[in-house]
């Protein structure tokens, strides 16, 4: 069983930055890919960035491509997300997950989410 707990969501205005953890316990085995999602009032679960973390590999969504930077501690079994650049359409509620069959396959484990709000 693997569980996920994000932190550090908050305010911050467009053009800022954010840092977002997500810290694992349990067993996250190397073929494991590691994802951050979000999601607002109304709207679906989008995907923002999935690092594979064995080789490091990264994915990223278009929309936050180049501002974005996912990265991984294998030792401290933690995920980071560097938000840099922020703008008012990144505000949602940001969730860590895990999938254990890897980049691609379904996320098998979900955080509760950190609520990350960017005023204009």
């Known amino acids: 069983q693997v569980r996920l707990e994000e932190s550090g969501g908050g305010l911050v205005q467009a053009g800022g930055s954010l840092r977002l953890s997500c810290a694992a316990s349990?067993?996250?085995?190397?073929?494991?890919?590691m994802g951050w999602f979000r999601q607002t009032p109304g709207k679906e679960r989008s995907f923002v960035a999935t690092i594979n973390y064995r080789t490091g590999s990264t994915y990223y969504a278009d929309s936050v491509k180049g501002r974005f930077t996912i990265s991984r501690d294998n030792a401290k079994n933690t995920v980071t997300l560097q938000m840099n650049s922020l703008k008012p359409e990144d505000t949602a509620v940001y969730y860590c997950?895990?999938?254990?069959?890897?980049?691609?396959?379904?996320?098998?484990?979900w955080g509760r989410g950190t609520q990350v709000t960017v005023s204009s």
């Open positions: 997950a895990a999938a254990e069959g890897g980049v691609g396959a379904p996320y098998n484990y």
């Open positions: 349990g067993s996250i085995f190397s073929n494991y890919a």
